[in-house]
Protein backbone atom coordinates (compact mmCIF):
# COMPACT_ATOMS: atom_id res chain seq x y z
CA UNK A 1 0.00 0.00 0.00
CA UNK A 2 1.49 2.92 -1.03
CA UNK A 3 1.20 6.18 1.96
CA UNK A 4 -1.36 8.39 1.47
CA UNK A 5 0.04 12.27 2.08
CA UNK A 6 -1.89 15.41 1.94
CA UNK A 7 -1.67 16.88 -1.67
CA UNK A 8 -0.74 20.18 -0.44
CA UNK A 9 2.12 18.54 1.58
CA UNK A 10 3.42 17.05 -1.10
CA UNK A 11 3.18 20.12 -3.53
CA UNK A 12 4.66 22.44 -0.69
CA UNK A 13 7.72 19.37 -0.26
CA UNK A 14 8.41 19.64 -4.21
CA UNK A 15 8.70 23.43 -4.14
CA UNK A 16 10.91 23.35 -1.58
CA UNK A 17 12.97 20.72 -2.88
CA UNK A 18 13.03 23.48 -6.21
CA UNK A 19 14.63 25.81 -4.09
CA UNK A 20 11.29 28.03 -3.38
CA UNK A 21 12.80 30.03 -0.37
CA UNK A 22 8.49 30.67 0.67
CA UNK A 23 7.74 26.75 0.84
CA UNK A 24 11.22 26.13 2.24
CA UNK A 25 9.95 28.18 5.29
CA UNK A 26 6.44 26.70 5.73
CA UNK A 27 7.44 23.15 5.54
CA UNK A 28 9.87 23.93 8.23
CA UNK A 29 7.54 26.16 10.31
CA UNK A 30 4.81 23.09 9.59
CA UNK A 31 7.72 20.16 11.53
CA UNK A 32 9.42 22.12 13.69
CA UNK A 33 6.94 22.33 16.44
CA UNK A 34 6.64 18.14 15.93
CA UNK A 35 10.22 18.14 16.12
CA UNK A 36 10.36 19.90 19.22
CA UNK A 37 7.34 17.38 20.74
CA UNK A 38 9.68 14.40 19.58
CA UNK A 39 12.90 15.88 21.04
CA UNK A 40 11.34 16.53 24.17
CA UNK A 41 9.62 13.32 24.52
CA UNK A 42 13.14 11.20 23.31
CA UNK A 43 15.55 13.35 25.61
CA UNK A 44 13.22 14.61 28.69
CA UNK A 45 14.87 17.58 30.98
CA UNK A 46 18.84 17.75 31.01
CA UNK A 47 19.36 20.19 34.20
CA UNK A 48 15.74 20.72 35.12
CA UNK A 49 15.71 22.45 31.33
CA UNK A 50 14.61 21.26 28.06
CA UNK A 51 17.49 23.22 26.32
CA UNK A 52 18.86 19.90 24.81
CA UNK A 53 15.95 18.64 23.36
CA UNK A 54 15.35 22.03 21.48
CA UNK A 55 18.77 22.15 20.43
CA UNK A 56 18.68 18.95 19.21
CA UNK A 57 14.90 19.60 17.27
CA UNK A 58 16.74 23.03 15.68
CA UNK A 59 19.93 20.02 14.73
CA UNK A 60 16.82 17.83 13.20
CA UNK A 61 15.86 21.34 11.44
CA UNK A 62 19.32 21.93 9.40
CA UNK A 63 19.67 18.26 8.83
CA UNK A 64 16.05 18.09 6.94
CA UNK A 65 17.10 21.35 5.25
CA UNK A 66 20.74 19.73 4.05
CA UNK A 67 18.56 16.85 2.42
CA UNK A 68 15.97 18.65 0.94
CA UNK A 69 18.30 19.64 -2.26
CA UNK A 70 18.56 15.79 -2.89
CA UNK A 71 15.40 14.33 -1.81
CA UNK A 72 13.47 11.84 -4.59
CA UNK A 73 10.07 11.03 -3.54
CA UNK A 74 10.26 6.78 -2.97
CA UNK A 75 6.02 6.03 -2.29
CA UNK A 76 6.97 7.32 1.48
CA UNK A 77 5.75 10.65 3.28
CA UNK A 78 8.03 13.19 3.46
CA UNK A 79 7.60 13.09 7.31
CA UNK A 80 9.40 9.50 6.96
CA UNK A 81 12.45 11.54 6.28
CA UNK A 82 12.35 13.96 8.98
CA UNK A 83 11.56 11.84 12.16
CA UNK A 84 14.15 9.26 10.49
CA UNK A 85 16.66 12.03 10.74
CA UNK A 86 15.29 13.10 14.28
CA UNK A 87 15.55 10.16 15.74
CA UNK A 88 19.41 9.53 14.67
CA UNK A 89 20.00 13.05 15.91
CA UNK A 90 18.26 11.63 19.18
CA UNK A 91 20.78 8.81 19.07
CA UNK A 92 23.71 11.37 18.75
CA UNK A 93 22.33 12.90 21.67
CA UNK A 94 22.12 10.20 23.88
CA UNK A 95 25.75 8.73 23.11
CA UNK A 96 26.95 12.35 23.80
CA UNK A 97 24.62 12.62 27.13
CA UNK A 98 26.50 9.00 28.24
CA UNK A 99 30.20 10.73 27.85
CA UNK A 100 29.93 14.11 29.46
CA UNK A 101 27.86 14.96 32.53
CA UNK A 102 24.67 16.66 32.37
CA UNK A 103 24.78 20.84 31.96
CA UNK A 104 23.49 21.85 35.50
CA UNK A 105 21.14 25.25 36.06
CA UNK A 106 22.78 28.41 36.12
CA UNK A 107 22.45 30.62 38.44
CA UNK A 108 21.45 34.18 38.09
CA UNK A 109 23.74 36.89 37.84
CA UNK A 110 21.10 39.26 39.95
CA UNK A 111 18.51 37.88 42.39
CA UNK A 112 15.12 38.39 41.44
CA UNK A 113 13.79 41.39 43.30
CA UNK A 114 9.93 40.23 43.38
CA UNK A 115 10.56 36.43 44.21
CA UNK A 116 10.70 36.32 48.07
CA UNK A 117 13.37 33.02 49.21
CA UNK A 118 10.61 30.60 49.98
CA UNK A 119 9.14 31.44 46.44
CA UNK A 120 12.77 30.55 44.76
CA UNK A 121 13.01 27.19 47.45
CA UNK A 122 8.98 26.30 45.92
CA UNK A 123 10.54 26.91 42.18
CA UNK A 124 14.04 25.06 42.64
CA UNK A 125 11.40 22.07 44.05
CA UNK A 126 8.63 21.74 41.34
CA UNK A 127 12.09 22.07 38.52
CA UNK A 128 13.73 19.35 40.38
CA UNK A 129 9.76 17.34 40.38
CA UNK A 130 9.61 18.06 36.79
CA UNK A 131 12.68 16.93 35.81
CA UNK A 132 12.84 13.58 38.01
CA UNK A 133 9.18 13.04 36.24
CA UNK A 134 10.75 13.45 32.97
CA UNK A 135 13.72 10.91 33.72
CA UNK A 136 11.08 8.16 34.65
CA UNK A 137 8.91 8.40 31.85
CA UNK A 138 12.25 8.59 29.79
CA UNK A 139 13.49 5.41 31.67
CA UNK A 140 9.98 3.83 31.12
CA UNK A 141 10.28 4.28 27.61
CA UNK A 142 13.44 2.97 27.57
CA UNK A 143 12.10 -0.52 28.76
CA UNK A 144 10.13 -0.29 25.34
CA UNK A 145 11.02 -2.02 22.21
CA UNK A 146 12.41 0.40 19.73
CA UNK A 147 9.28 0.52 17.89
CA UNK A 148 6.89 0.95 20.27
CA UNK A 149 8.94 3.80 21.88
CA UNK A 150 8.62 5.25 18.52
CA UNK A 151 5.24 4.84 18.23
CA UNK A 152 4.14 6.14 21.52
CA UNK A 153 6.15 8.82 21.20
CA UNK A 154 4.78 9.84 17.52
CA UNK A 155 1.39 8.93 18.41
CA UNK A 156 0.97 10.75 21.61
CA UNK A 157 3.99 13.79 22.44
CA UNK A 158 3.95 14.90 18.66
CA UNK A 159 0.31 13.87 18.03
CA UNK A 160 0.02 12.12 14.88
CA UNK A 161 -2.22 9.80 13.79
CA UNK A 162 -1.97 6.04 13.02
CA UNK A 163 -2.09 6.22 9.67
CA UNK A 164 0.63 8.65 9.44
CA UNK A 165 2.63 7.03 11.87
CA UNK A 166 2.32 3.67 10.27
CA UNK A 167 3.36 5.40 6.67
CA UNK A 168 6.59 6.79 8.71
CA UNK A 169 7.35 3.63 10.49
CA UNK A 170 6.18 1.69 6.93
CA UNK A 171 2.93 -0.26 8.82
CA UNK A 172 -0.44 -0.35 8.78
CA UNK A 173 -2.59 2.19 10.85
CA UNK A 174 -4.18 -1.05 12.57
CA UNK A 175 -0.67 -2.42 13.59
CA UNK A 176 0.24 1.13 14.85
CA UNK A 177 -2.43 0.87 17.14
CA UNK A 178 -2.28 -2.51 18.45
CA UNK A 179 1.48 -1.85 18.73
CA UNK A 180 0.10 1.29 20.64
CA UNK A 181 -1.99 -0.89 22.74
CA UNK A 182 0.27 -3.12 23.95
CA UNK A 183 3.41 -0.77 24.40
CA UNK A 184 0.61 0.77 26.72
CA UNK A 185 -0.35 -2.46 28.47
CA UNK A 186 3.38 -2.80 29.05
CA UNK A 187 4.37 0.28 30.44
CA UNK A 188 1.43 0.23 33.04
CA UNK A 189 2.28 -3.87 34.08
CA UNK A 190 6.22 -1.80 34.68
CA UNK A 191 4.57 1.29 36.39
CA UNK A 192 2.58 -1.20 38.53
CA UNK A 193 5.55 -2.96 39.08
CA UNK A 194 7.27 -0.21 40.48
CA UNK A 195 4.71 0.95 42.86
CA UNK A 196 4.57 -1.90 44.30
CA UNK A 197 8.18 -2.10 45.25
CA UNK A 198 8.46 1.80 46.59
CA UNK A 199 5.12 0.48 48.58
CA UNK A 200 6.82 -2.38 50.34
Excluded: W
Excluded at 107 to 135: I, K, T, V
Amino acid sequence: MTPTEDPGQRDLVRRAVAGDPAATEALMAHYRPQLVRYCRARLGQFGGTYTTADDVAQETCIGVLRALPTYRDVGKPFAALVFTIASHKVADAKRAAMRFPYPIDTPPDHPDPDASPEQHALDAEHRAERAALARRVEDLLELLPATHREIITLRISVGLPADQVGSILGMSATAVRTAQSRAVARLREVFASHSNEVAA
